[in-house]
């Protein structure tokens, strides 16, 4: 079984930054593709980043290209969501997700409040 466990979401005033951490428990996290998702109050949640087994490429939601960066520390088991020049309507709660071979495992999700 694969846990995910997001931390470091907060309160932050537009155009501030902050850096999200999901850990991972669990066997072959360098297996996993891993990807970040968000939800808004009373939206779907969609897509943000996401970056492969080995961090060779990732991938971004147009809304977020050049002011988010995902990564990863397999070593630690830790994918990370960089995220620069926030904007207000960067605001939701923050999910972490891995994917292999059809299964999905989600974290229980992180807020990021962006204050205009």
């Known amino acids: 079984q694969v846990q995910l466990v997001e931390s470091g979401g907060g309160l932050v005033q537009a155009g501030g930054s902050l850096r999200l951490s999901c850990a991972v428990s669990g066997r072959a996290f360098s297996n996993y593709a891993m990807g970040w998702f968000r939800q808004a109050p009373g939206k779907e949640r969609d897509f943000v980043a996401a970056?492969?087994?080995?961090?060779?490429?990732?991938y971004y939601a147009d809304s977020v290209k050049g002011r988010f960066t995902v990564s990863r520390d397999n070593a630690k088991n830790t994918v990370y969501l960089q995220m620069d020049s926030l904007k207000p309507e960067d605001t939701a709660v923050y999910y972490c997700?891995?994917?292999?071979?059809?299964?999905?495992?989600w974290g229980q999700g992180t807020q990021v409040t962006v204050s205009s």
């Open positions: 970056i492969i087994w080995n961090g060779a490429r990732t």
């Open positions: 997700n891995a994917a292999r071979l059809g299964l999905d495992y």
